[in-house]
């Protein structure tokens, strides 16, 4: 791992990914500032913020959410189903959770707050990554955890993997 690896690496959001973190923190602090994401959009629709802040965070939340769904499936995933045996099914019904969310978010970025249900749309993008995270968080990582899969060299992997995401959906 290079140095500038091990002494974190800045998301878009300017916030440092600390180095270390194994897969599970690393999936749970995304999860988490995701979810503060919404609340912020959530904040601008009840101040009438004007669309171009609402667009600017939505596209953000966008973005996370698309950097998050890849890593979780590329690398998270196989790895979780290849540990779960038969509860594999989890991995399966997060699938087709990325699914819906990815339909959203390419409305979502094919249009503007002007539009018709843009606020709703991404209200209800929150609501349903608000019920995937309680769900990972509840029954896929505990059972992860407790297997012997090494979730600090997957956290590894994986912050790597996000960084080179975020890079390309900023246009850098």
Same mark, same amino acid.
């Not at 800045?10 to 440092?16: L, V």
């Given at each position: 791992m290079s140095t500038s690896a091990k002494a974190g690496s @800045?998301? @878009?959001? %300017? @916030? /440092?990914t600390p180095a270390g973190d194994d897969a599970i923190t690393l999936l749970k602090g *995304?999860?988490?500032?995701? @979810?503060?994401?919404?609340?912020?959009y959530q904040k601008l629709v009840d101040d009438e913020a004007d669309g171009d802040e609402k667009q600017s965070l939505a596209? $953000?939340?966008?973005? +996370?959410?698309?950097?998050h769904a890849s890593v979780e499936e590329e690398i998270f995933y196989p790895a979780a189903r290849e540990v779960l %045996? *038969? *509860?594999?099914?989890l991995v399966d019904?997060?699938?087709v959770e990325h699914g819906s969310a990815k339909d959203l978010i390419a409305q979502? $970025? +094919? /249009?503007?707050?002007?539009?018709?249900?843009?606020d709703a749309k991404v209200k209800v993008l929150g609501e349903y990554i608000d019920h995937h995270v309680k769900e990972e968080e509840g029954e896929m990582f505990p059972r992860v955890a407790k297997s012997d899969l090494d979730l600090d060299s997957l956290g590894e992997e994986m912050?790597?993997?996000k960084d080179e995401l975020l890079a390309e959906l900023s246009g850098a």
């Open positions: @800045k998301s @878009k959001s %300017g @916030k /440092a *995304d999860h988490k500032e995701v @979810k503060a994401m919404f609340k912020s596209e $953000q939340i966008c973005a +996370a959410l698309s950097a %045996g *038969d *509860d594999a099914d019904e997060a699938d979502i $970025q +094919a /249009a503007s707050p002007e539009d018709d249900h843009y912050a790597a993997r």
